[in-house]
């Protein structure tokens, strides 16, 4: 019987590599896994695997935590940097050796590659067989040695996996890796297993590109005798094409997704959605996913990115969003002054309803704050025409002689101008946009005309109602 974890205590963990940024793909993985967490009432646990000491700067372990955060993940305690247990590691290696599964090999690296070069050439697999597995004896003096694993030869290897399902390996496919290199570091595969004990973890829910290492992790774990974790190997997100999703389809990483303007709410949705699915239920809020999350309905094939769907989540989730958020989400990159905030806050319930990202309530919003005479954009100028100038007089006129100026108010005068000038009402609207935004696209005319105030909308008609450069 091998040990287990008491069935009734969830303790799941991320375990990112810095690499420079936070891939969305990891970003999904470790959604699931604080989920799950969360939904059974356990710990979700965070180990950054900075190891490769050139990769893992503080700025790329910084990129991991600030994307995580972002995106409202928090995890139990502080944060686990799995270099700080490398002599624990090193320990266990050694505790191996004396249970008598594992051993110093002292191939040197021209031996290992003879025997690789030579499975080649006779076009098998290379399956490493160490004469140092079953020699008693003290290896060479000087030469250096790597501690490597008594791998099982005979039987299988079953892993039932909760995504993947009863996934089994004959053990002659397992060879006797590496568990601590000669300069005494010790290899992925043993840190993470060591790590995994340590921190209790119940359930590895992970990318299923590390499902062949779960066979040989497993190895280890029996041979210390310690509790078997459950797993779960996700399926890797893919592209639109079915290719796995790589640089050429775009952006990869959670930052790339902030700065194109979707809110952490959207990508968090999208993410979830993306491979797990809760009837035909597509918004689904924080505290839902938790309460219905689960790995059952994980599906077993990759799942496409489909921007557009996240830019339909990311619309939904800005017409949700407060305009006091909103409007200092994109008061940055507008430059206002104090009288201008509040202006935008104002206008936001309209503009937000036209916007799929935060870079185009920005766009939407650059009128209202534009220095007059405003530039006028193409679409704009096609609208401001020799015969829209007697109408935009008249609506100049009319519009001086407002009292009250209220959405209805104006809207009456405005229609009344179109009426005396026997056109539809649209022959005007479009015309008076153009003058008061510089644009051929706003949020509507009358709401325009209120959130401008009536000085700055006059004087903006009064710009077009000239002839350019007469
Ligand atoms: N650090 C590994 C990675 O980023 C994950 C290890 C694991 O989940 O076991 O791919």
């Given at each position: 019987m091998s040990a287990s974890h008491n069935p009734s205590f969830v303790v799941t963990r991320f375990a990112p590599s810095p690499t420079g940024f936070l891939h969305i793909g990891n970003a999904r993985t470790g959604l699931f896994s604080w989920l799950f967490a969360r939904h059974h009432g356990g710990q979700a646990l965070l180990r950054v695997e900075d190891t490769d000491k050139a990769r893992s700067t503080q700025a790329a372990i910084d990129v991991i935590l600030d994307g995580l955060q972002w995106l409202g993940l928090d995890w139990d305690g502080p944060a686990h940097f799995q270099s700080e247990f490398e002599p624990r590691h090193a320990e266990v290696a050694h505790q191996l050796i004396e249970r008598g599964a594992a051993y110093r090999c002292y191939l040197t690296p021209e031996e290992l590659k003879a025997r690789r070069d030579k499975a080649q050439a006779e076009r098998r697999p290379f399956r490493l067989v160490s004469e140092w597995r079953d020699r008693s004896e003290a290896g060479p003096e000087g030469v250096p040695s790597v501690i490597r694993l008594k791998a099982p030869r005979e039987g299988e290897t079953v892993i039932e996996d909760l995504v993947q399902g009863r996934v089994a390996v004959?053990?002659?496919?397992?060879?006797?890796?590496?568990?601590?290199?000669?300069?005494?570091s010790p290899t992925y595969m043993l840190a993470v297993v060591v790590d995994d004990h340590d921190m209790g973890v119940t359930h590895i829910i992970r990318g299923d590109d590390h499902l062949n290492n779960a066979f040989r992790q497993l190895a280890i774990i029996r041979a210390m005798g310690w509790p078997e974790p459950t797993y779960a190997h996700i399926p890797l997100i893919h592209g639109p094409d079915g290719a796995k999703l790589s640089k050429r389809h775009g952006a990869l990483g959670v930052h790339d997704y902030r700065d194109m303007g979707i809110l952490p709410e959207a990508l968090f949705n999208y993410l979830l959605r993306l491979g797990w699915g809760h009837g035909d239920d597509e918004i689904i809020s924080k505290d839902q996913a938790i309460a219905w999350f689960d790995l059952d309905h994980v599906g077993k094939s990759p799942s496409r990115f489909d921007m557009k769907k996240l830019e339909s989540l990311n619309a939904h989730y800005i017409r949700e969003a407060d305009n006091e958020r909103l409007a200092k989400l994109v008061a940055g990159q507008l430059d206002l002054t104090k009288a201008d905030s509040d202006m935008l806050e104002r206008a936001m319930p309209e503009l937000k309803s036209r916007a799929h990202d935060l870079n185009q309530l920005a766009e939407g919003a650059r009128f209202l704050f534009a220095k007059r005479p405003l530039a006028i954009d193409e679409g704009a100028a096609a609208l401001l025409t020799a015969d829209s100038r007697p109408l935009l007089r008249a609506a100049h006129d009319a519009l001086g002689k407002v009292a009250a100026w209220e959405h209805d108010r104006l809207e009456e005068a405005v229609r009344l101008v179109a009426e005396q000038a026997d056109v539809k009402l649209g022959k005007l609207a479009q015309p008076l946009r153009a003058a008061l935004t510089g644009r051929s696209t706003s949020p509507g005319i009358f709401d325009v005309l209120v959130l401008l105030g009536q000085g700055e909308s006059l004087a903006r008609i009064a710009d077009q109602m000239v002839e350019p450069n007469a």
């Open positions: 004959a053990n002659a496919e397992l060879d006797d890796f590496v568990l601590l290199r000669s300069d005494g």
